[in-house]
């Protein structure tokens, strides 16, 4: 099993340039919505670091399904304390 | 009968006899040692808990506060809590069956990680070290739910360290959690596939997902209570913005869920003692594993129901209320498929299902109750009163802790090599059984009527109640009293079981009683269904021949 | 002495009877951990979510205040020595110890540069009168609220420097193992195990970094 050295430098730049285009985006005008677009980039780079670096891409199913359960269980949780907050102010 | 000092000799070497100096006992990595381990941390914690129950009640005798202040009577509900939820419930089953016979049932010579099994138990003591000084130090009043602002500015106790004593106990259930996961997924035997897996793997499978996946958020929320009373600043402080609900919704994301932590296993060891004292395969086996997965993942959608009254959005209590209801039904389901097994099986009486059918008595009326408290409407008038204690018992207690003992019979000839007498134990059981509904039935009465929890005064009308109540202490004190003598002496001076006292199939009862350290001589090779009995005479031939399981 | 631990038997653990068998198991339990984690610090997230929903112009003033350059600065360190880490992971399973000793050595360095970056944000936050508490002081349209920006920014930012620091322990410690022992590389799992804890961490600081640091009035 070679090192493939290339697709970890690739994965480095991609990361390096999504950090670029957060930080930059930032300054612009988007409104209520740029935690949004920071969050959505936020989540691509950790979707890189999870496929390459910690080499799910490359591993069984079941490590596909652990990786995405806490994930799955904050958004659950995320979801319904949501649902109180903005609900309060509802007739 | 009396038999000759030679008849109750155990021969040859099993897990217990091995090596007997106390090092070899505590730096075990075997499964089974450590259960017992567990076994006894559990018991002395047990009776802490109830000590703190039989003071309660004995104050609640009186309606004036006779015995103690109120903030002692705080003081002691929130350790009956803490204690009975956190140091023995949730590790009873778990801990000393789960442990004990996981990787017999799954036909494997121990956990995946033996020895992170040994640290979960260490760090379980020294958390119960933390609540355990916590307690000495003078104790904390907030009650187990732990609500700010007053756990985390107001409270005198000493809250930081329970805090940090729970937060440690977590560790251990992550970690039993973890290893029961790794352990059924990659050590099953030679076809062992996920649907020949014994209902009570399962279950404690369901059970390990909600260790893994809830635990954590009480680590944090509790980490944040500490940091707020320690820093004086805090997330939970209105005064800068903060909303207390956001600590009851963080808490009840790990609590509820817990509360399936607590009866999951329960239902699991249900589930073999049905199938063995009715000696036919269970009803809707693949019903029960679909119900046991849906219990753990509902169960993490009902969290609200908790705090209908406490501020949260209307809106949000309704889709709490509906989400309540669902997350019934798998248990309904489960009831249903024990009580069609029980129907035409050749039932027998002794101590293990008399367990049984308390459980499936017991947590019918507490399931009930709670279909109640999820309807926003009742639970408004109910809710903070004794009618919350009393549907919570019958889960707990009703449910739960039935299972436990039921299990811990049933599978004592295995665990010991030895029988327990079993008149004594069925007469105890009764004990408990009327004991429990003594003490418990009258508060369902009492909180509909009005009586708040965690009151020690209340109106005088309510005495008579309260007074039937406490006199069901007795009761379970003798019911509670008697397993711990017998199994203790039965457990060194027992009849011989031999391996099989119950006649039951499945991998445990394939080996020795008590098992070698490394369970199997060559790991089995599964060929069949489990629950495999004969079917009954008027009954169709399986689709399946039964094949013999291959124990070499 | 065969390199590849696919086909070493390696030094096996009871009860596992196969390299690769152990070491899946290991992966798997180590990615349940990781999950616990991500609810660990999802408690705080949710927090962070329903303060900054409902104190969205106070949260806005206080971010302002943050020194985003820091903090992308340290963004870019870390994503480097995930870089690095994963590296040295790879050479761990191909057993080779100077290599991986090199790239536990740079992974090393950038984290502690990490949490020197850190401890000079926090330096300077104490002497804006920014830390929460008694010498808090801020001029806004709601100063406790935005007060409440920076209990989370301590807190979160907090627990995550302590997982740092656990890590920069971790790598001295299996760095120490493999200097001093050249079979340490026969199980490279503990390596694979701390190349998971490490690239999680890098994860967590990735939205830490848009929640505190791109956050300021439009």
Redesign the interface.
């Given at each position: 099993m070679k090192i493939n050295l290339g697709r970890s430098v690739r994965v480095l730049i991609s990361l390096y340039l999504l950090l670029v285009l957060t930080s930059g985006l930032a300054f612009l005008p988007f409104g209520q919505w740029d935690w949004l677009i920071s969050l959505v980039i936020a989540f691509v780079m950790a979707g890189l670091i999870l496929l390459f670096f910690m080499k799910v891409k490359y591993s069984e199913p079941l490590i596909w399904l652990t990786s995405a359960a806490g994930f799955t269980w904050l958004g659950l949780l995320l979801l319904l304390v949501a649902l109180d907050y903005v609900s309060r102010t509802w007739p | 009968m009396t038999q000759t000092p030679e008849a109750r000799f155990i021969p040859g070497e099993n897990y217990l006899n091995k090596e007997k100096t106390l090092a070899s006992w505590l730096f075990t990595h075997d499964h089974k040692r450590i259960a017992l381990l567990y076994l006894i941390s559990i018991t002395f914690i047990f009776l802490i808990g109830s000590l703190a129950a039989v003071l309660m009640r004995t104050e609640l005798m009186f309606p004036h506060g006779e015995f103690f202040t109120s903030t002692t009577y705080n003081k002691l509900f929130t350790l009956h809590g803490v204690i009975m939820v956190w140091f023995f419930l949730i590790p009873a089953i778990p801990n000393v069956l789960g442990n004990f016979l996981i990787p017999i049932m799954i036909g494997a010579r121990d956990m995946a990680f033996p020895r992170l099994n040994l640290i979960s138990w260490y760090v379980f003591m020294f958390g119960g070290l933390f609540a355990l000084t916590s307690i000495i130090l003078g104790g904390v009043d907030t009650g187990w739910t732990f609500y700010t602002p007053y756990s985390s500015t107001y409270s005198n106790g000493w809250v930081i360290a329970m805090a940090v004593g729970i937060f440690i106990n977590g560790f251990s259930s992550i970690f039993t959690g973890l290893n029961f996961i790794v352990t059924i997924h990659k050590l099953r035997a030679p076809g062992m596939t996920w649907f020949r897996l014994p209902l009570f793997v399962w279950t404690l499978y369901s059970t390990s997902l909600i260790f893994v996946l809830a635990t954590p958020v009480l680590a944090i929320t509790l980490t944040l209570v500490a940091l707020e009373r320690g820093f004086g600043i805090g997330i939970f402080d209105p005064r800068i913005g903060g909303d207390p609900l956001l600590f009851q919704h963080l808490f009840w994301f790990y609590s509820h869920p817990a509360v399936y932590i607590m009866i999951l296993p329960a239902m699991g060891v249900v589930s073999e003692l049905i199938a063995a004292f009715s000696r036919k395969p269970i009803f809707g086996y693949n019903f029960i594993v679909y119900a046991s997965l849906g219990i753990a993942f509902l169960g993490f959608l009902v969290w609200g129901h908790h705090m209908f009254v406490s501020g949260q959005s209307i809106y949000a209590g309704m889709i709490f209320s509906l989400l309540s209801f669902f997350v019934a039904i798998p248990s309904a389901i489960k009831v249903f498929n024990w009580t069609a097994t029980l129907y035409k099986g050749h039932i027998t009486f002794e101590a293990p299902i008399l367990y049984a059918f308390s459980f499936i008595a017991l947590f019918t009326i507490g399931g009930m109750t709670g279909l109640m408290l999820a309807s926003l409407a009742v639970d408004v008038h109910v809710t903070q009163t004794y009618f919350i204690v009393a549907h919570c018992h019958y889960i707990m207690v009703g449910g739960a802790v039935m299972a436990y003992l039921g299990g811990i019979h049933y599978w004592f000839p295995k665990i010991t090599g030895r029988m327990y007498p079993e008149m004594l134990a069925r007469w105890a059981a009764v004990f408990l059984f009327v004991g429990f509904n003594l003490a418990f039935f009258p508060q369902f009465i009492l909180g509909y009527m009005g009586m708040p929890r965690r009151y020690h005064v209340y109106p005088e009308e309510f005495q008579l109640l309260n007074i039937i109540s406490t006199t069901g202490l007795p009761l379970l004190g003798i019911g509670y009293f008697l397993p711990l003598t017998y199994l203790g002496w039965s457990a060194f001076f027992g009849r011989v079981a031999g391996p099989n006292p119950w006649d039951a199939p499945g991998l445990e009862w394939q080996i020795p009683s008590p098992p070698p350290s490394e369970n199997f001589a060559c790991i089995p090779i599964v060929t069949r269904k489990p629950y495999g009995y004969d079917p009954p005479p008027d009954t169709h031939e399986p689709d399946e021949a039964p094949e013999e399981i291959h124990v070499h | 002495m065969s390199t590849?631990p696919e086909a070493s038997t390696g030094l096996l653990?009871?009860?596992f009877k196969e390299a690769r068998?152990q070491r899946?198991?290991a992966?798997?339990?180590m990615?349940?951990?990781?999950?616990?984690?991500?609810?660990?610090?999802?408690?705080?997230?949710?927090?962070y979510?329903?303060?900054?929903?409902?104190?969205w112009q106070?949260f806005d003033e206080a971010g302002a205040h943050q020194e985003?350059y820091l903090g992308?600065l340290n963004?870019?360190v870390l994503?480097?020595s995930?870089?690095t880490?994963?590296?040295a992971v790879?050479?761990a399973?191909?057993g080779q110890r100077e290599w991986l000793l090199a790239l536990f050595a740079i992974t090393w360095l950038l984290g502690a540069a990490f949490l020197g970056i850190e401890g000079y944000e926090y330096h300077t936050k104490f002497t804006e009168h920014l830390v929460?508490?008694s010498s808090f002081h801020f001029t806004g349209s709601?100063p406790?609220?935005s007060?409440?920006f920076f209990?989370?920014y301590f807190?979160m930012t907090g627990?995550h420097m302590f997982h740092m620091f656990v890590g920069l322990m971790l790598i001295l410690f299996f760095g120490g193992w493999s200097w001093c022992s050249p079979r340490a590389l026969l199980t490279p799992n503990p390596f694979e195990v701390l190349?998971?804890y490490w690239?999680?961490v890098?994860?967590v600081w990735?939205?830490l970094?848009?929640?505190f640091y791109?956050?300021?009035p439009?």
């Amino acid at each position: 099993m070679k090192i493939n050295l290339g697709r970890s430098v690739r994965v480095l730049i991609s990361l390096y340039l999504l950090l670029v285009l957060t930080s930059g985006l930032a300054f612009l005008p988007f409104g209520q919505w740029d935690w949004l677009i920071s969050l959505v980039i936020a989540f691509v780079m950790a979707g890189l670091i999870l496929l390459f670096f910690m080499k799910v891409k490359y591993s069984e199913p079941l490590i596909w399904l652990t990786s995405a359960a806490g994930f799955t269980w904050l958004g659950l949780l995320l979801l319904l304390v949501a649902l109180d907050y903005v609900s309060r102010t509802w007739p | 009968m009396t038999q000759t000092p030679e008849a109750r000799f155990i021969p040859g070497e099993n897990y217990l006899n091995k090596e007997k100096t106390l090092a070899s006992w505590l730096f075990t990595h075997d499964h089974k040692r450590i259960a017992l381990l567990y076994l006894i941390s559990i018991t002395f914690i047990f009776l802490i808990g109830s000590l703190a129950a039989v003071l309660m009640r004995t104050e609640l005798m009186f309606p004036h506060g006779e015995f103690f202040t109120s903030t002692t009577y705080n003081k002691l509900f929130t350790l009956h809590g803490v204690i009975m939820v956190w140091f023995f419930l949730i590790p009873a089953i778990p801990n000393v069956l789960g442990n004990f016979l996981i990787p017999i049932m799954i036909g494997a010579r121990d956990m995946a990680f033996p020895r992170l099994n040994l640290i979960s138990w260490y760090v379980f003591m020294f958390g119960g070290l933390f609540a355990l000084t916590s307690i000495i130090l003078g104790g904390v009043d907030t009650g187990w739910t732990f609500y700010t602002p007053y756990s985390s500015t107001y409270s005198n106790g000493w809250v930081i360290a329970m805090a940090v004593g729970i937060f440690i106990n977590g560790f251990s259930s992550i970690f039993t959690g973890l290893n029961f996961i790794v352990t059924i997924h990659k050590l099953r035997a030679p076809g062992m596939t996920w649907f020949r897996l014994p209902l009570f793997v399962w279950t404690l499978y369901s059970t390990s997902l909600i260790f893994v996946l809830a635990t954590p958020v009480l680590a944090i929320t509790l980490t944040l209570v500490a940091l707020e009373r320690g820093f004086g600043i805090g997330i939970f402080d209105p005064r800068i913005g903060g909303d207390p609900l956001l600590f009851q919704h963080l808490f009840w994301f790990y609590s509820h869920p817990a509360v399936y932590i607590m009866i999951l296993p329960a239902m699991g060891v249900v589930s073999e003692l049905i199938a063995a004292f009715s000696r036919k395969p269970i009803f809707g086996y693949n019903f029960i594993v679909y119900a046991s997965l849906g219990i753990a993942f509902l169960g993490f959608l009902v969290w609200g129901h908790h705090m209908f009254v406490s501020g949260q959005s209307i809106y949000a209590g309704m889709i709490f209320s509906l989400l309540s209801f669902f997350v019934a039904i798998p248990s309904a389901i489960k009831v249903f498929n024990w009580t069609a097994t029980l129907y035409k099986g050749h039932i027998t009486f002794e101590a293990p299902i008399l367990y049984a059918f308390s459980f499936i008595a017991l947590f019918t009326i507490g399931g009930m109750t709670g279909l109640m408290l999820a309807s926003l409407a009742v639970d408004v008038h109910v809710t903070q009163t004794y009618f919350i204690v009393a549907h919570c018992h019958y889960i707990m207690v009703g449910g739960a802790v039935m299972a436990y003992l039921g299990g811990i019979h049933y599978w004592f000839p295995k665990i010991t090599g030895r029988m327990y007498p079993e008149m004594l134990a069925r007469w105890a059981a009764v004990f408990l059984f009327v004991g429990f509904n003594l003490a418990f039935f009258p508060q369902f009465i009492l909180g509909y009527m009005g009586m708040p929890r965690r009151y020690h005064v209340y109106p005088e009308e309510f005495q008579l109640l309260n007074i039937i109540s406490t006199t069901g202490l007795p009761l379970l004190g003798i019911g509670y009293f008697l397993p711990l003598t017998y199994l203790g002496w039965s457990a060194f001076f027992g009849r011989v079981a031999g391996p099989n006292p119950w006649d039951a199939p499945g991998l445990e009862w394939q080996i020795p009683s008590p098992p070698p350290s490394e369970n199997f001589a060559c790991i089995p090779i599964v060929t069949r269904k489990p629950y495999g009995y004969d079917p009954p005479p008027d009954t169709h031939e399986p689709d399946e021949a039964p094949e013999e399981i291959h124990v070499h | 002495m065969s390199t590849d631990p696919e086909a070493s038997t390696g030094l096996l653990n009871f009860p596992f009877k196969e390299a690769r068998h152990q070491r899946e198991s290991a992966l798997f339990g180590m990615w349940i951990f990781l999950a616990t984690e991500v609810l660990f610090f999802g408690g705080m997230f949710t927090a962070y979510m329903v303060y900054r929903y409902s104190h969205w112009q106070a949260f806005d003033e206080a971010g302002a205040h943050q020194e985003s350059y820091l903090g992308c600065l340290n963004t870019a360190v870390l994503l480097t020595s995930g870089f690095t880490m994963a590296l040295a992971v790879e050479f761990a399973r191909k057993g080779q110890r100077e290599w991986l000793l090199a790239l536990f050595a740079i992974t090393w360095l950038l984290g502690a540069a990490f949490l020197g970056i850190e401890g000079y944000e926090y330096h300077t936050k104490f002497t804006e009168h920014l830390v929460p508490g008694s010498s808090f002081h801020f001029t806004g349209s709601d100063p406790s609220s935005s007060e409440l920006f920076f209990v989370l920014y301590f807190t979160m930012t907090g627990i995550h420097m302590f997982h740092m620091f656990v890590g920069l322990m971790l790598i001295l410690f299996f760095g120490g193992w493999s200097w001093c022992s050249p079979r340490a590389l026969l199980t490279p799992n503990p390596f694979e195990v701390l190349g998971l804890y490490w690239a999680f961490v890098d994860i967590v600081w990735l939205f830490l970094y848009p929640l505190f640091y791109l956050v300021h009035p439009q």
